[in-house]
């Protein structure tokens, strides 16, 4: 048996991700530099998205897109209760409140009768999460969304290389949200992005990253000009040349990465196909699967922190995402009450994530498999 302690996650840097990023190291530009617009047209080419607006973490792209739409106090929008909490938390930022939609039990993913449902003269925006890595059912959201005129966005953090009907990801909502944290499809450290195919919406977000001026430091030295307006409150929320040159790396290996995920999960759900005890979420016919996270539900009887524990003596990193954001203190603390998404509060004591990682050998599937498959026959 080996020793090796396995993470839940974990990046994979090349040796040309190391060169890119001590080329820009040397080079003229630091921050606001050539880099940035490279990383941005590459992502466009990649994703099909018309314009893409690099900013320092997936939180802040959420920030930028509601941003776009102008949310403010008094404006409500539909958010999964199993999410990240920055969906939410976001959508706070702009003094809007968050409404929590329950999701679909097989999947997880946002349910859209609860959505229907939860509609007011008050809902500006639904927000979408790829939860895991699989895209949502975007046909039955979009036509919510346009039948009532409000903006749908996709929180597209875990999804990067998925697609729906053969549509990529970051094409499959009016606003795409991007993180590229080290779990993440692909990694610049922190960093994050945001895609549209509304010029308009694009250029409002990249005047809203620097500060809400209008031209960058770049453009005035282009343009030999020193003068600057600002038309808006804005944040520094800028995405560093050295970073992007290690995002412009790394989305050149995204289809790779993604294959490895894949290929991994696949293990994973022969693996485990007839158990009684763990059973791997529901997979969507028309999705492909980006597979950030591999999430197992346990049966009833099984105690999940007890096996989280011996999983853990074992090497074997294990994790839960999400609590109903609801459910933390600081949500709770604003009025929100347990029990209003029954469907995400029974699935989220039963859920657990498991280690995959593009560099995870895919006979550690097996091993983990095996033990957990042993751990829950004693219950
Ligand atoms: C990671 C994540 C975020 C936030 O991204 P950061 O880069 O960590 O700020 C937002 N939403 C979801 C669903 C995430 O997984």
């Known amino acids: 048996m080996s020793t090796r302690r ?49 900013v320092m973490n997936g939180t802040a792209a959420l920030h930028c897109a509601y941003h776009a739409i102008d949310l403010k106090p008094g404006d409500e929008v539909i958010v999964p209760a199993i999410t990240f909490a920055a969906t939410a938390n976001a959508v706070l930022y702009n003094g ?6 329950d999701v679909d039990a097989s999947t997880l993913l946002i349910n859209p009768d609860s959505v229907q449902a939860l509609l007011s003269p008050r809902t500006k925006a639904i927000t979408a999460v790829d939860y895991a890595g699989q895209p949502c059912d975007y046909g039955r959201l979009q ?21 729906y009907n053969k549509a990529p990801v970051g094409t499959l909502a009016k606003l795409s949200t991007f ?29 809203f990253r620097n500060h809400g001026i209008t031209t960058d430091h770049r453009q005035r030295e282009v343009n030999g000009t020193w003068e600057y307006d600002m038309v808006t409150l804005g944040y520094n929320l800028r995405l560093p040349d050295i970073l992007c040159a290690l995002g412009i790396e790394q989305l050149k290996r995204t289809r790779d990465l993604m294959a490895k995920r894949v290929l991994l999960a696949k293990r994973y759900h022969e693996c485990l196909a007839g158990s009684s005890t763990v059973t791997p979420l529901g997979v969507n016919q028309n999705a492909d699967h980006a597979y950030h996270l591999l999430i197992v539900k346990l049966a009833h009887h099984i105690d999940r922190q007890d096996v989280f524990g011996k999983l853990r003596a074992l090497g074997i990193g294990a994790g839960v995402h999400y609590k109903p954001v609801y459910l933390h203190s600081y949500y709770q603390s604003l009025g929100y009450k347990q029990g209003q998404c029954p469907v995400a509060e029974e699935n989220y004591s039963r859920i657990m994530s498991l280690p995959i990682f593009p560099d995870l050998p895919i006979g550690e599937v097996d091993r983990i498999c095996d033990q957990l498959l042993e751990i829950c026959r004693s219950y």
């Open 179 to 207: 993180s590229f944290h080290p779990v993440k499809p692909i990694t610049t450290g922190e960093g994050g992005m945001i895609t549209t195919d509304d010029q308009a919406l694009a250029s409002k977000m990249k005047i």
């Open 143 to 163: 036509s919510v969304a346009q039948l009532k005129g409000i903006t749908l966005i996709a929180d597209a953090c875990h999804a990067l290389g998925g697609s």
């Open 6 to 54: 396995i993470p839940i996650a974990r990046q994979s840097i090349s040796q040309a991700d190391i060169d890119s990023v001590v080329e820009t190291l040397r080079s003229d530009w630091l921050t606001t530099g050539p880099k940035v617009d490279q990383f941005e047209k590459s992502f466009c080419e990649f994703t099909g998205a018309k314009y893409a607006v690099a």
């Open 96 to 101: 809007a409140k968050p409404v929590f939609a």
